[in-house]
């Protein structure tokens, strides 16, 4: 079955300090992959995607994220972190085709200590 | 500007009454989602819609119910079989092609009162 792991609930960086969070994926063909970003009582804004092609895809917000065949994964990067940043973040997978349905992760909450 | 917009921001439910969601796009997008929320769930897909009068069921559709009668809109209703329904609601919509992402609305709050 298709499925998106996250496998950090919640992660807590101080600004300024590289950041890293992880997403692994079960899907059967090539995957379609994004991160989106939400904060508290918001709706979802997208900060990068990937569909094919150069596997280190740029975003938003000075975020950026590898897709690695491999491992299954594409895991969400930022140098250095902001206060603005501390919100959930969510990797989804394109699932059924051309339906456009999306499976997400339980999603990560990040906390960016002063 | 383009966009979703979802109405009300806030509601609230009495036990038994069945309540509608509305969501609206000026994006001229084809393909329309519901999607709930939940504390640690991530989203769940409710009913999405890729044309003008059809959709389909999603991960959790029962307990709610949905039209699409017109491109631009895609109202949820939930219903009272639907036993549990606190939970914040998104919509969402995409263009045809493949290569494209879903925009998401602001999202309503269902809470049962």
């Known amino acids: 079955a298709q499925s998106v792991t996250q496998p950090d609930i919640h992660i807590t960086v101080s600004e300024g300090a590289s950041l890293e969070l992880r997403c692994n994926y079960s899907y059967g063909a090539t995957p379609y992959l994004f991160w989106y970003v939400q904060s508290p009582g918001q709706g979802l804004q997208l900060l990068l995607k990937y569909f094919s092609g150069d596997t280190l895809v740029q975003g938003i917000k000075g975020f950026e994220a590898e897709f690695k065949r491999s491992q299954s994964s594409f895991n969400l990067r930022k140098p250095s972190v902001h206060w603005s940043d501390a919100a959930e973040y969510f990797c989804a997978v394109g699932a059924g085709g051309n339906t456009g349905k999306l499976i997400f992760g339980q999603g990560t909450t990040l906390q960016v200590k002063p | 500007d383009g966009g979703i917009t979802q109405s009300p921001k806030y509601l609230f439910r009495k036990e038994g009454q069945n309540v509608t969601l509305s969501c609206e796009q000026n994006l001229n997008h084809d393909a329309m989602y519901w999607y709930r929320q939940d504390p640690g769930q991530g989203l769940r897909l409710i009913y999405y819609?890729?044309?003008?009068?059809?959709?389909q069921k999603g991960d959790i559709a029962e307990g709610y119910s949905v039209s699409r009668e017109k491109k631009e809109s895609f109202p949820l209703t939930v219903t009272s079989a639907q036993k549990n329904p606190t939970a914040f609601y998104l919509c969402?919509?995409?263009?045809?092609?493949?290569?494209?992402?879903?925009?998401f609305g602001q999202g309503t709050r269902l809470t049962v009162v």
């Open positions: 819609s890729q044309i003008v009068n059809d959709f």
């Open positions: 969402a919509s995409k263009g045809q092609s493949a290569h494209t992402e879903a925009f």
